[in-house]
């Protein structure tokens, strides 16, 4: 799946999408291609590892050209100490990022080609710096439906307010800082109809991934933290981030092409047009 062709989309705002990660090298890679296939054109990937011994992510490896950047780092920029909790990495992170909006790049998460794009254009007509669709998908035990939308990481918001609003310091609850202040000063529509699904919370891959430790599943443990350091480890010596070709991703798109199929007509017919077609038809 191409990147779009920029000349497409005219004045268009940058994305930033930002991942935190920690030695998940399988899941990075993934990662990395959802972002290289978003048709929105004007984007940026920051990935910031904090396992400084991955011998995968090198910030001069060649992704640079696709907008990819790496930072490694595990220091607190305020406390100078190693991190102890998500909200603060994902501050630091974001000192690094220089677009008008930004998303949580989830590593382990699942991306369809029309995210970005659809969010942007969806702003544009709300006028409002953010976009949460109503339901997003949600794909455990093989099994893959459309659910009520709960979850942060679906949310493209301005750059401004985030930074503005901050993070909460509790690993789990990290986005629920800048997310109930844009939900309660009304800059965010938690239910918005207006979308064909675009995002994945992804439950399954205890089996294809070997690092699925799942911090949102161990939200209430004093040791979630540092759980992910112990759980989450898929290090790969003598390997780099690969680009994948057309066939390597319609593989993994295959589940949601499939829904599409066959529940096309419950979406509005002109964003199953704008969205959908294309990307069944790829």
């Not at 950047?69 to 220091?75: A, G, H, L, T, Y």
């Not at 205890?206 to 540092?226: R, T, V």
């Amino acid at each position: 799946m191409a990147i779009s062709d920029s000349s497409t989309i005219l004045q268009t705002p940058q994305v930033s999408a930002v991942m935190c990660t920690y030695g998940r090298f399988s899941c990075v890679e993934r990662a990395i291609n959802f972002f290289l296939a978003q048709t929105y054109p004007n984007k940026e990937l920051i990935v910031y590892n904090t396992d400084t011994d991955s011998p995968y992510l090198d910030p001069n490896c060649d992704l640079t050209p696709y907008g990819v950047v790496i930072i490694n780092s595990n220091r607190d920029t305020i406390t100078k100490e190693s991190y102890t909790n998500v909200g603060a990495i994902r501050r630091d992170a974001l000192i690094f990022a220089s677009g008008d909006y930004v998303v949580t790049w989830d590593d382990d998460d699942i991306f369809l080609p029309y995210f970005m794009e659809q969010a942007v254009e969806r702003m544009q007509q709300t006028g409002l710096p953010s976009f949460k669709p109503e339901k997003s998908f949600f794909y455990a035990s093989n099994n893959l439906r459309l659910v009520k939308n709960t979850l942060e990481a679906s949310v493209v918001a301005s750059m401004e307010k985030v930074k503005e609003y901050g993070y909460r310091l509790e690993t789990g609850y990290e986005g629920l800082g800048w997310y109930t202040k844009l939900r309660d000063n009304r800059e965010l529509d938690e239910n918005d109809p207006y979308f064909v699904p675009s995002y994945c919370f992804n439950w399954n891959d205890g089996q294809e991934m070997k690092a699925p430790h799942k911090q949102s599943g161990d939200i209430n443990n004093p040791d979630n933290f540092q759980n992910h350091k112990k759980q989450s480890l898929d290090r790969v010596d003598g390997r780099v981030i690969s680009i994948w070709d057309e066939k390597k991703l319609r593989e993994t798109y295959e589940p949601y092409i499939e829904y599409f199929n066959n529940n096309v007509a419950d979406f509005p017919p002109e964003l199953v047009e704008k969205y959908l077609v294309p990307f069944i038809k790829r």
